[in-house]
């Protein structure tokens, strides 16, 4: 008899932001390690595309709250005209930038921005994804034939804020139609 436990292959999936955004462009990928990030360390963001992207543009990181709010800490912003691109970009070679950013620990999901703030009066989003952060992996000492422990602080029997008519199984973070994600330029980080 051979003891194992089940492969949870976990991906953060990362997706446009909602057109209420105005991203001009979008990103042919964004990868996040370790992948799915933990709230209160550090990750290491990959995010490619195929736009122009003018010279002093930055990759801002946007942690969200339960309810894709901004959380309290400010966005983390990279200058993106590094590790080895040139910018301005020309809009046909993709593009490849490699940025770490800590994740909050109250973070339930996450944006990742690229924006032209050559004019901080009128900042242009060149593209923009949004992920929600995906719960931690099962404990290995957990026995996969029983039911995970229940979490007080998770049961919606007990969380007065769970909306009754809402599926206990669903992330109110992930209702598209509900509070989108914030342009992360409407809190730009310190300069």
Do not use: E
Not at 88 to 117: E, N, R, W
Request: with cysteine; hydrophobic share 30%.
């Amino acid at each position: 008899m051979v003891n194992a436990v089940p492969l949870n292959k976990r991906d953060t999936t990362f997706a446009p932001c909602p057109p209420t955004v105005g991203a001009t462009g979008t990103f042919n990928d964004v990868t996040v390690n370790p992948d799915p990030p933990v709230p209160g360390q550090d990750a290491t963001f990959t995010v490619t595309g195929s736009f122009v992207v003018p010279g002093g543009a930055q990759l801002i990181f946007q942690a969200l709250d339960a309810n894709n709010n901004p959380t309290t800490d400010a966005p983390v912003a990279v200058d993106a005209c590094t590790n080895g691109i040139t910018c301005p970009t020309d809009g046909t070679t993709p593009f490849t930038i490699t940025a770490p950013a800590a994740i909050p620990a109250d973070a339930s999901a996450l944006t990742v921005s690229l924006a032209d703030v050559s004019n901080p009066n009128a900042p242009v989003i060149l593209g923009c994804s949004f992920a929600p952060i995906q719960a931690p992996a099962q404990d290995p000492t957990q026995d996969p034939t029983q039911p995970p422990a229940q979490d007080p602080a998770q049961d919606p029997a007990q969380d007065p804020a769970q909306d009754p008519g809402q599926d206990p199984g669903q992330d109110p973070g992930q209702d598209p139609g509900q509070n989108p994600p914030q342009d992360p330029t409407q809190n730009p980080p310190p300069q």
